[in-house]
């Protein structure tokens, strides 16, 4: 049973116990264990190519380096808090424990969508409108940065304050928005969260993208494949690697979405103990796979990653052969 802050006792207290056994709660913890530590040095090793290299230094990627943070901040606090529960068998953090992570999860999730569209009006403002987008500073660039993060404390900050609320979900080791107590109040923030951080940002992202697309198919018509220069090849190859990220971003964020949207208009009575797992577990997803698309649709990117290879080995090679060198002149000395 919970308690809030006075001591008394929370509406989550009649909420039924753990719907996995332990062995399902492990399986999911080593699950969780596994992702964190590798989004945690994946996301970590991103950050460090793009402060080691200063061509990646680009506007576009300082979207991308804040979209790092994000995963950062899924994979070490919320994988950490919710795999510990699931050896557990149970929530262990309290209802103090329980507020912060959930809240931090829809935070991050919220920031994450909020980047990717300011991502996709960059696209638009490079390639579609090169005259405005020219013209962007990197003052422009930060402001946008921060009306995403902006726009995520505030939906992530709602249910703290009593617009919907936070609650373990069924399987007893992980918190989120209560879908379980679907009321009044958590029909309007589920369809008003869905309609700021998911209509409008798809509509804005299906525009700019579409847009692109035109203009794209239009250059290469006009212009011979050998005449392409090397800016406009690394344009289309950022503006790829953004489509990829969005398209995987839909597909973890959905499960979740559905969860919502049925609990809203249905019984949430009937959604499967797998599903609400699946559902948050397809969501933290996105954090160790987007290090996979910088290397896969990202030529500079891929260039940075083998030239610090290049040198990790070089550094490697010239340490082994130096060092029975000094090895055999202190022997001889």
């Known amino acids: 049973m919970f308690l809030n802050d006075s001591g008394n006792p929370l509406e989550s207290e009649n909420e039924p116990p753990s719907a996995f056994s332990q062995t399902e709660h492990n399986i999911v913890a080593a699950y969780l264990i596994t992702a964190g530590v590798i989004s945690l040095l994946s996301n970590i090793i991103v950050l460090g190519i793009f402060v080691k290299y200063k061509e990646l230094r680009t506007a576009t990627n300082a979207i991308i380096i ?24 149970s929530w262990k953090f309290g209802y103090t424990g329980c507020q912060i992570y959930a809240a931090l999860n829809i935070f991050f999730g919220m920031a994450s969508i909020g980047l990717l569209t300011v991502v996709a009006v960059d696209r638009y403002l490079t390639i579609c409108k090169p005259h405005i987008g020219s013209r962007l500073t990197a003052r422009n660039y930060t402001a946008l940065i921060l009306a995403a993060w902006i726009n995520a404390v505030f939906w992530a900050s709602m249910p703290v304050v009593g617009w919907a609320s936070y609650a373990p979900d069924p399987t007893g080791a992980t918190c989120t928005v209560n879908w379980r107590k679907n009321d009044a109040s958590f029909v309007s923030f589920t369809m008003s969260v869905i309609a700021v951080n998911f209509v409008i940002p798809l509509s804005v992202m299906f525009f700019c993208y579409y847009n692109v697309s035109k203009t794209m ?15 406009w090849s690394d344009q289309v ?3 790829k690697m953004s489509v990829v990220m969005i398209l995987m971003f839909l597909l973890a964020w959905s499960p979740y979405s559905i969860v919502c949207l049925w609990s809203s208009f249905g019984d949430p009575k009937k959604i499967s103990p797998a599903m609400a797992i699946i559902a948050p577990l397809f969501a933290k997803s996105s954090t160790f796979y987007n290090p996979c698309i910088y290397v896969i649709a990202n030529k500079k990117f891929r260039r940075a990653i ?26 001889i000395a």
């Open 66 to 89: 804040n979209l790092a943070f994000t995963d950062i901040g899924v994979s070490g606090i919320g994988y950490p808090m919710s795999a510990a529960s699931d050896l557990h068998g």
């Open 306 to 331: 083998f030239a610090m290879i290049r040198c990790q080995t070089r550094k490697e090679i010239t340490i082994n052969n130096v060092l029975p060198m000094n090895v055999s002149q202190s022997t």
């Open 217 to 231: 198919k239009q250059y290469t018509r006009n212009t011979c494949l050998e005449g392409i220069n090397i800016d």
């Open 237 to 239: 190859d950022v503006t």
